[in-house]
């Protein structure tokens, strides 16, 4: 299992280097394209993650390995299960901390709703319909929160923080409604949830983590391009982030706020400030799927460079003579 996980890094490398490949040669993808490929790379990586465990598993090492790679793993092979029980230690940590996290929000946020201006709430049910969301989309306001988020599956809630909304004109504020819709419309908060589990069994990882900050860059892009869709200015929704961005503190990983980290909001707001950013280009998925194919295999063939099974059986060729020989007895 370690050395497993000692595979992802290099095989994460590659999956990585390939995005950087396929954004190149298409620098007009959506930031929803440029999302849904990052999620794909880790669907790779988790992929190729259990198939080089069993064939790890399956297959003994075999004496192809040099003595420095001979040495190095029989060193893991020592301390391999004091490295595994403290890998699952941190993650059942990681994740555990950020259930009982989310469940102190859950019941904090519940003691203090408050509803929206009945203007706002039919706004945001509206353009929910707009959107093609069949859900019911709640949307309340409260003094739990310092930035606007949205969570949940079934029933998706909007939540805005009254100290912001007193300070936002009403255009402003459908901004920021238009913007957690499209987290809605995208299934944002299940995948999230991905983003949060699959960042804690890679935590050591950190081709993983530039991965999984990518998707959040691309995931609130997405949202941006959709508010400015709607004809809203850039320059009063930039101002909108910005006082967003004053009045938040902390944020837990399992909340899709608006504006989490300050770099990426000017990030952002450079990238929708550029009118030729907003011009997107569908390309040919069949050059992606070769890629994503081709970086598939050699994950796995380089995981097994290092592995080589024993054939102690007799091989068609080394049998075929013998069944010779004994029929020549016979006759």
């Keep these: 299992f370690i050395t497993t996980m000692i595979h992802s890094i290099w095989q994460s490398f590659l999956l990585l280097m390939?995005?950087?490949?396929?954004?190149?040669?298409?620098?007009?993808?959506?930031?929803?394209?440029?999302?849904?490929?990052?999620?794909?790379?880790?669907?790779?990586?988790?992929?190729?993650s259990i198939i080089t465990f069993f064939i790890i598993f399956s297959f003994p090492l075999n004496g192809i390995m040099d003595d420095v790679v001979k040495g190095f793993f029989s060193w893991l092979h020592s301390y391999a299960e004091l490295f595994f029980w403290a890998y699952t230690c941190i993650v059942v940590f990681r994740l555990l901390s950020a259930l009982v996290r989310w469940n102190n929000f859950t019941n904090q946020y519940q003691q203090n709703l408050l509803k929206a201006p009945i203007d706002l709430r039919l706004f945001t049910q509206s353009k929910a319909l707009h959107f093609g969301i069949n859900k019911k989309v709640l949307l309340y306001c409260s003094n739990a929160i310092t930035t606007p988020m949205t969570f949940g599956f079934w029933k998706p809630v909007i939540l805005l923080p009254i100290a912001l909304i007193n300070q936002l004109s009403i255009q402003q504020t459908e901004a920021l409604i238009i913007h957690e819709l499209t987290h809605i419309r995208n299934n944002d908060f299940l995948l999230n949830w991905v983003l949060v589990i699959t960042e804690a069994l890679f935590f050591f990882n950190p081709f993983i983590n530039i991965i999984a900050q990518k998707i959040k860059i691309?995931?609130?892009?997405?949202?941006?391009?959709?508010?400015?869709?709607?004809?809203?200015?850039?320059?009063?929704?930039?101002?909108?982030?910005?006082?967003?961005?004053?009045?938040q503190q902390n944020v837990l990983t399992?909340?899709?706020?608006?504006?989490?980290?300050?770099?990426?909001?000017?990030?952002?707001?450079?990238?929708?400030?550029?009118?030729?950013?907003?011009?997107?280009?569908?390309?040919?998925?069949?050059?992606?799927?070769?890629?994503?194919?081709?970086?598939?295999?050699?994950?796995?063939?380089?995981?097994?460079?290092?592995?080589?099974?024993?054939?102690?059986?007799?091989?068609?060729?080394?049998?075929?003579?013998?069944?010779?020989?004994?029929?020549?007895?016979?006759?």
């Design 18 to 48: 390939l995005y950087v490949l396929i954004t190149t040669a298409n620098p007009k993808s959506s930031p929803l394209t440029k999302r849904n490929l990052l999620f794909i790379l880790l669907g790779i990586q988790l992929s190729s």
């Design 218 to 247: 691309e995931r609130e892009k997405n949202c941006d391009v959709q508010v400015l869709h709607f004809s809203y200015p850039d320059i009063l929704y930039a101002e909108t982030l910005l006082k967003a961005a004053q009045h």
């Design 254 to 331: 399992m909340q899709m706020a608006a504006v989490k980290s300050k770099k990426h909001l000017l990030e952002r707001i450079h990238f929708f400030s550029e009118k030729n950013n907003l011009e997107f280009k569908n390309h040919n998925p069949v050059l992606t799927v070769f890629g994503l194919m081709i970086v598939l295999l050699i994950n796995l063939a380089l995981a097994g460079i290092f592995i080589q099974k024993e054939n102690n059986e007799p091989t068609i060729a080394a049998i075929a003579p013998a069944m010779n020989l004994q029929s020549n007895d016979n006759e």
